[in-house]
């Protein structure tokens, strides 16, 4: 009888070696992949809630008949309150005029961001008393602990706050994601000292204080930079050339579009007209948490971009002479922090935008 090769029990080192390998190059292509639709998922999700509320600023137009201002210009602001609340009570204007509650951009009432929320938030049933009536965006309460509106006399107040129980509001904006502060006891709004610290630089002026007011921001889930809106009325008029910044989120600002006018004056600052010229733009920063524009300059007009090409355009040089970054750098051979931005008529990020 022939004696059986014993059998192999096993596998030899370079079998496992070669299994290790394999698992490797697998691992290394699958994991960008996943990294990749990660990545796509939340910038979708990003952009959707932009596309949502683009739709309730739409209702609001078909609700008050006007589209909400950007609180960047006090004079469009009380124009707009008259139309959409023709027997609002002079004092209710005042609750946002008021030093410890106003934006301290340059004339300025609110900022975007802010505009928002307040303006999507819901009002009271009220025709008298809008923001202070009850279930409006302020909670006013006397010197009896008695919930009163904004004809109260501000030496019988015992606090004024943020009213997180607003009444039938065209967006639900979730609590988590605005910029509230409970932590005095009173809801007023953070933002003011986490995006700009305790003063903020406005060009051409001295550092202005920055108290916190009583308007809160809405911020994607897990960002520090808030959606912005800009109001076509006010993307730049009379020398004032709309924008938000802060240091650590960067500059946002109205964007152009590649499609020109055709009639009229062909210069820089005309020429091209803005997205959205006569609705409003809504943006969010991305994933980088940064909107990435030019920064505004201490004079002078700003560098703006075009979409859908990305192009920069200084608007106080003239057509001729651009020779500004494209794909919306700033800087020339940087890498642009505009391209993971999403905005209500990108359809998308605006790098998705760029590659078609």
């Known amino acids: 009888m022939k004696n059986r090769a014993p059998q192999r029990i096993g596998f030899t080192l370079v079998e496992v070696l070669t299994v290790v390998a394999i698992i490797g190059i697998l691992v290394g292509l699958i994991v960008p992949a996943v990294n990749y639709a990660l990545t796509k998922v939340k910038q979708n999700a990003m952009a959707m809630e932009v596309i949502t509320l683009a739709g309730a600023v739409e209702q609001y137009q078909q609700k008050y008949g006007d589209y909400p201002p950007d609180g960047s210009s006090l004079t469009s ?30 004339g300025a009432v609110m900022d975007g961001p802010e505009a928002l929320v307040f303006f999507l938030g819901g009002f009271s049933s009220d025709p008298v008393y809008p923001f202070s009536g009850t279930g409006g965006p302020f909670y006013i309460l006397n010197t009896s602990g008695v919930q009163v509106n ?16 607003r009444s039938s509001p065209l967006y639900e904006f979730k609590q988590s994601q605005l910029t509230l502060d409970t932590s005095t006891g009173l809801t007023v709004s953070s933002d003011e000292a986490e995006l700009f610290g305790e003063f903020r630089r406005v060009p051409g002026q001295s550092q202005q204080p920055m108290p916190n007011d009583l308007l809160p921001v809405y911020v994607p889930s897990g960002m520090l930079a808030p959606y912005v809106y800009f109001n076509s009325q006010t993307y730049s008029a009379g ?19 590649d499609e020109v006018k055709t009639t009229g004056t062909i210069a820089a600052d005309t020429y091209y007209r803005y997205m959205e010229p006569k609705t409003f733009q809504l943006m969010t920063a991305g994933l980088d948490d940064n909107y990435g524009g030019a920064p505004q300059p201490a004079t002078g007009a700003p560098v703006y971009f075009r979409f859908p090409s990305g192009a920069s355009l200084d608007i106080t040089v003239d057509l001729d002479s651009q020779s500004g970054p494209n794909n919306y750098q700033v800087q020339q051979g940087l890498p642009s922090q505009q391209l993971d931005n999403a905005t209500n008529f990108s359809a998308g990020i605006l790098g998705d935008a760029l590659a078609n």
């Open 239 to 257: 020398g004032v050339f709309n924008y938000y910044h802060s240091d650590a989120i960067g500059t946002a600002r109205p964007y152009r579009s």
């Open 150 to 165: 904004s004809s109260t006399p501000a030496s019988e107040r015992a606090s004024v706050q943020y009213n997180v129980d």
């Open 77 to 106: 602001l009380q124009r707009h309150l008259r139309k959409a609340f023709p027997r609002i009570a002079e004092s209710e204007g005042v609750l946002l005029t008021s030093f410890s509650n106003a934006s301290n951009f340059p």
